[in-house]
């Protein structure tokens, strides 16, 4: 139940691909030590961030003080899905002379240097309320992105959807909640 619950898993049903895959990795030798590792990993974050905020709060250890650090997460939560559903970064793909039929555009943190992965790909530390970083647009499309995260801004990087790898049209336009590009 804890580990449903630290996943996220409530809910959620596995395909009989996941299931199969779950299954040979299990049978592998010394993947039960990797993902019990990565399991202790994942409950010792989630424990240690749990007492930061409560600390944070600044009420000592008890539930008073875990109660006013549940209220003071979900007010920021709050804050930011309404600073997400009101200021979302609007594109319109106009095309133009020799222009890919469809583009995909991708927003970044401006610490990732690489950018190895768009904004929210890892559900876990976005509180799980979903967002959009990653669109794809065909000619005359416009779509809303809706990044999840408390920053503003971000690197939005623009490819040519490709098979095997995307190639890259433009890299690094810096943007920020509520800009309308075109």
């Known amino acids: 139940c804890t580990m449903r619950r630290v996943f996220d898993l409530e809910g959620v049903r596995l395909s009989r691909t996941q299931a199969a895959g779950l299954g040979v990795a299990m049978l592998m030798p010394g993947s039960m030590t990797l993902s019990m590792t990565c399991v202790g990993a994942a409950l010792l974050i989630k424990t240690a961030q749990e007492r930061r905020s409560v600390v944070a709060a600044g009420e000592g250890d008890g539930d008073g003080a875990r109660w006013k650090a549940t209220q003071t997460r979900c007010l920021e939560h709050a804050h930011e899905l309404l600073r997400r559903k009101t200021c979302p970064i609007?594109?319109?793909?106009?095309?133009?002379?020799?222009?890919?039929?469809?583009?995909?555009?991708?927003?970044?943190?401006?610490?990732?240097?690489?950018?190895?992965?768009?904004?929210?790909?890892?559900?876990?530390?976005?509180?799980?309320?979903?967002?959009?970083?990653?669109?794809?647009?065909?000619?005359?499309?416009?779509?809303?992105?809706?990044?999840?995260?408390?920053?503003?801004?971000?690197?939005?990087?623009?490819?040519?959807?490709?098979?095997?790898?995307?190639?890259?049209?433009?890299?690094?336009?810096?943007?920020?909640?509520?800009?309308?590009?075109?």
């Open 90 to 182: 609007e594109i319109t793909y106009i095309p133009g002379k020799d222009t890919p039929q469809q583009l995909k555009v991708c927003l970044y943190s401006l610490r990732d240097p690489i950018c190895a992965l768009p904004v929210g790909s890892v559900r876990g530390l976005d509180g799980g309320t979903g967002g959009e970083s990653v669109a794809r647009l065909a000619h005359g499309a416009c779509c809303a992105l809706r990044p999840t995260g408390s920053a503003d801004t971000f690197r939005m990087r623009v490819y040519e959807p490709a098979p095997l790898l995307d190639i890259v049209l433009h890299d690094g336009i810096e943007v920020k909640r509520g800009d309308r590009l075109a």
